[in-house]
């Protein structure tokens, strides 16, 4: 059952439930793994997920970024420089030029830590037109 109390009272009683004596108390976690062992789990950068998908199309890199409507100084940074964040833009013109699947978009999305949500118009708009398969958007 949902609280009806008013948010004031809300955080008092957190207070007094979890008052000075439990937020000193610490646990620490021991690591079942090293950190390189853990950074071993590191996804695919965007660069490297891109040009894979490009090569899966059998596109060439100019029939790419000029169907993505990129220019050639952004696609350099991104072929060129691992650590290059593009625009969440930039990536949603990727996966239309590519003609991803839905899923296929928000996993190259998040590989720049993006996501298309469902409280953003612009983000519906473009998840519809992927689900029913049109990217012809120029």
């Not at 978009?105 to 409280?119: A, D, E, P, Y």
């Amino acid at each position: 059952a949902a609280s009806t109390l008013p948010v004031k009272e809300m955080v008092i009683k957190s207070k007094a439930c979890h008052g000075e004596e439990a937020s000193k108390q610490k646990t620490t976690l021991k690591p079942k793994v090293s950190i390189e062992e853990w950074l071993k789990n590191k996804d695919l950068s965007f660069a490297m997920m891109l040009v894979g998908m490009i090569e899966r199309k059998g596109m060439t890199c100019v029939q790419f970024y000029k169907k993505a409507n990129i220019n050639k100084k952004t696609f350099w940074k991104i072929y060129n420089k691992a650590d290059y964040k593009p625009s969440k833009l930039t990536v949603i013109c990727s996966a239309i030029a590519l003609e991803l699947s839905l899923e296929e978009t928000q996993q190259l999305l998040k590989t720049v830590g993006f996501t298309l949500s469902h409280s953003n118009k612009f983000d519906l708009i473009i998840e519809f037109f992927i689900s029913q398969g049109k990217y012809d958007i120029f």
